[in-house]
């Protein structure tokens, strides 16, 4: 029997929005106005959370990247973590997300309000082979994407240079989503090895 080890894995992190929507926060969801993307839809807010209508749900998803800060980064209690930008997404049927990942963010978010039994989003792995052999069965070693189904009130939290898509959705129920991006405060690097640096 070989010995396996499996290094520098990519975490994410998924956590349940255990309250119901209000009527104003369905409102927003419905009515917020758009703009029209390269293959689906935005809201041309993007700072949506910071509606004081959103308090409750930008809590949680806060408190799942603090979560996400100690759990899985390790990171000292001197380094808090902020939303920047955030903004709502619609996908109609026979329309995707194009591969993407997010610039000037730490741990990147996204947020299922409307989904459909089949809905899911695909991660890309970062460096793809230069060559590649196919396998006889695809398993968490050999494959280079991963497909995570999309459940409503679910949250995903990952680290924002990872690549991911939507592909082209076939169910007739609009998909509505919010994605977040994230920086940190606080001190990170150590003085002693000369690479301090204090964020505030």
Not at 31 to 57: A, F, Q
Not at 69 to 91: H, K, P, R
Request: hydrophobic share 35%; with cysteine.
């Amino acid at each position: 029997m070989n010995d396996i080890i499996t290094i520098f894995p990519t975490s994410i992190m998924r956590k349940t929005f255990e309250t119901s929507f209000t009527d104003e926060q369905i409102n927003i969801f419905l009515s917020s106005e758009k703009r029209k993307g390269e293959l689906n839809s935005n809201s041309l807010n993007t700072y949506i959370l910071d509606l004081p209508e959103m308090k409750n749900i930008k809590e949680f998803c806060l408190q799942g990247m603090q979560d996400y800060l100690s759990e899985v980064m390790n990171v000292g209690d001197g380094v808090q973590i902020y939303i920047t930008q955030s903004w709502l997404n619609w996908t109609e049927t026979g329309e995707a997300h194009h591969k993407h990942s997010h610039t000037n963010s730490i741990i990147s978010g996204v947020f299922y309000i409307s989904t459909e039994q089949d809905d899911s989003i695909n991660f890309i792995k970062k460096n793809e082979p230069s060559f590649f052999i196919y396998p006889k069965e695809w398993t968490q070693l050999n494959s280079h994407q991963c497909k995570i189904f999309a459940e409503e009130k679910n949250l995903l939290l990952f680290p924002s240079d990872l690549h991911h898509e939507v592909h082209v959705r076939e169910g007739s129920k609009t998909r509505i989503s919010l994605s977040f991006n994230s920086y940190i405060k606080g001190t990170i690097g150590n003085r002693i090895s000369l690479n301090e640096l204090v964020l505030e």
